[in-house]
């Protein structure tokens, strides 16, 4: 009984964080609207981030609590589902999506190499090589290397903003005023629902005897993908799929670097080191067939988005036998 109620709890807070994150989404679209930045600038700049606040505040509360790995898991957990579940989903409802801009194909590729950076990071210097290491961790000064590559980043992308010249509808001053009153009101619910949801995630995890990271990498990840899933089917079957695809690849990277990299800057990220390992390199492997996907001349169709669910059912599986041999 007591399980139940823990896992109650536990879902009750991720639909106030979820709830909560999509709010902050729509709101926030309005403001730069507002602003007046084209469909590519708002799909990474503002959206990818809005969108990561779920995996930003589960990391922050994480931090705090110093129960990190429960962060770890949800980052991989929820790049996992966003290059499988999330966008094969969009793709399958939407036909085929179409990359067109030479920016948003070299962005992939910059994307699957951020991707790599904290992986390598925690595996440097390579000790698992005299053993078997039982932790991997992540140090305040490497997330800290991590931030820096975030802000690179978005200096590259900002200035590559006038390549994309379509704009979406410009909100009124009163709209965006209003908008930032939600978005403020609405940041405070998220930080509230995130402690609840890293502290009934590390109840469950202890009471179903499994590592905190596979209940991040499982439960909390794919409740925090739900914001991704919402903007970009919005964004394609209006027509923008640059900013859906601006949106994938800034989420995908926000959390590669900027929500590990304040998570471990609060406190060092320290995971079960095999199963950190596995979904890791999961994770490489699923973002390079997502680069083969999307390079490819007619760029994603449904036969690829059904292989994209796919894999994140195999993924699931492999997973959930692994932890078997643990």
């Not at 440097?124 to 078997?132: D, E, F, I, S």
């Not at 202890?206 to 499982?218: E, K, T, Y």
């Not at 919005?234 to 027509?239: F, P």
Request: glycine share 6%; proline share 3%; charged share 10%.
């Amino acid at each position: 009984m007591t399980l139940l109620l823990e896992l109650l709890f536990f879902v009750l807070a991720c639909v106030v964080l979820v709830k909560s994150a999509g709010i902050i989404v729509n709101h926030l679209t309005r403001i730069s609207s507002f602003l007046g930045l084209n469909e590519f600038a708002i799909g990474f700049i503002i959206m990818a981030i809005s969108t990561t606040l779920p995996e930003l505040f589960i990391g922050i509360t994480s931090g705090l609590r110093k129960d990190t790995a429960i962060a770890l898991g949800t980052v991989i957990g929820s790049n996992i589902a966003d290059l499988t579940i999330i966008i094969g989903v969009v793709v399958l409802v939407t036909k085929s999506i179409r990359i067109r801009s030479h920016i948003i194909r070299r962005d992939l590729v910059y994307m699957l190499f951020i991707l790599v950076l904290p992986i390598l990071l925690m595996l440097w210097p390579p000790t698992w090589l005299n053993g078997a290491p039982t932790e991997a961790t992540l140090s305040r000064a490497e997330g800290l290397l991590l931030i820096l590559v975030f802000v690179f980043y978005l200096y590259m992308t900002i200035r590559q903003e006038h390549s994309f010249h379509k704009e979406i509808h410009r909100a009124s001053r009163h709209e965006a005023m209003s908008s930032f009153l939600v978005t403020a009101l609405m940041a405070g619910a998220l930080f509230g629902s995130s402690h609840f949801v890293v502290k009934h995630g590390l109840v469950i995890s202890a009471a179903l005897n499994v590592p905190p990271i596979l209940v991040g990498i499982f439960l909390i990840a794919l409740g925090t993908s739900l914001p991704e899933l919402s903007f970009q089917l919005k964004a394609v079957k209006g027509k923008h799929e640059e900013m859906a695809l601006g949106d994938l690849i800034g989420a995908v990277i926000v959390n590669s670097t900027l929500v590990l990299g304040i998570t471990a800057l609060i406190s060092p990220i320290h995971a079960n080191f095999f199963i950190f390992f596995t979904s890791a390199m999961f994770m490489v492997v699923i973002a390079f067939i997502f680069l083969t996907f999307a390079e490819s001349d007619g760029g994603l169709n449904w036969k690829e988005g059904i292989s994209l669910v796919m894999l994140y059912v195999f993924f699931v599986i492999v997973e959930s036998y692994i932890k078997t041999l643990q």
